[in-house]
């Protein structure tokens, strides 16, 4: 059975401190996905990260792909309290989506 | 990326009735899942829906429980049938796009 570890699974900060959350898996991905979900709503697609060493930015958001492809951070710098919600990662692999256990962010104004 | 509507938005209903949830997506497409999701947590597939064809289900999930219909290629229906306190959850329909997925805005569901 295919695992993708995500951590922490909460964390509640003040608006303006840096934070990172993991996703780490000993399966190699094809792809990793990123989404945000705010209540109410389904999950919507932050970024999709493909290539070993990959890094992309949504401006205050980095996400990296692990050089083998079996892990994937998301980093967001000077957070603020709209970028309150739950974050999910999901690894494509054999057809399937393999989901993380979500981060549920909490930025404190 | 694809558009879904998903109704109902939420829904309290009586234990051993059943509830259809309905998505009807902006364009034509493949395959179509649903997943169920406790608030706060992560997605939990339920099974994926063709076109023409019985749905797939995942472990854990039957038929039965949650028949699923598929009449063409841009809608579907999940049904959970005889509902228990058990039941009460969020349950979401998705496609799949180029790069990513596209969901519904999801049912709330609780089951008095």
């Known amino acids: 059975t295919q695992l993708l570890e995500q951590s922490p699974q909460f964390l509640s900060i003040q608006e303006g401190e840096n934070l990172t959350v993991y996703c780490n898996s000993s399966?190699?991905?094809?792809?990793l996905q990123w989404y945000r979900q705010e209540p109410g709503e389904g999950p919507v697609l932050l970024v999709t990260?493909?290539?070993g060493g990959e890094v992309k930015k949504l401006k205050r958001l980095t996400f990296q792909f692990g050089d083998a492809r079996k892990d994937s951070s998301l980093h967001i710098t000077a957070a603020q309290p709209g970028d309150t919600g739950l974050y999910l990662c999901?690894?494509?692999?054999?057809?399937?989506?393999?989901w993380g256990a979500g981060t549920k962010l909490i930025i404190k104004p | 990326s694809a558009v879904i509507s998903q109704k109902p938005s939420r829904d309290i209903c009586q234990r051993g009735t059943s509830l259809t949830i309905q998505c009807q997506v902006d364009?034509?497409?493949?395959?179509m899942f649903w997943y169920r999701q406790q608030p706060g947590q992560s997605l939990t597939l339920i099974a994926t829906?063709?076109?023409?064809?019985?749905?797939?289900?995942e472990s854990g999930f039957v038929i039965d429980k949650f028949p699923i219909s598929r009449p063409n290629l841009t809608f579907s229906t999940l049904t959970v049938s005889n509902m228990s306190p058990e039941d009460s959850s969020i349950y979401l329909c998705?496609?799949?796009?180029?790069?990513?997925?596209?969901f519904g805005s999801g049912t709330r569901l609780t089951v008095v």
């Open positions: 364009s034509q497409v493949t395959m």
């Open positions: 999901a690894g494509a692999s054999n057809y399937q989506l393999i």
């Open positions: 399966s190699v991905f094809s792809s």
């Open positions: 998705s496609v799949e796009g180029v790069v990513g997925y596209t």
């Open positions: 990260v493909v290539t």
């Open positions: 829906a063709n076109q023409g064809s019985e749905a797939t289900y």
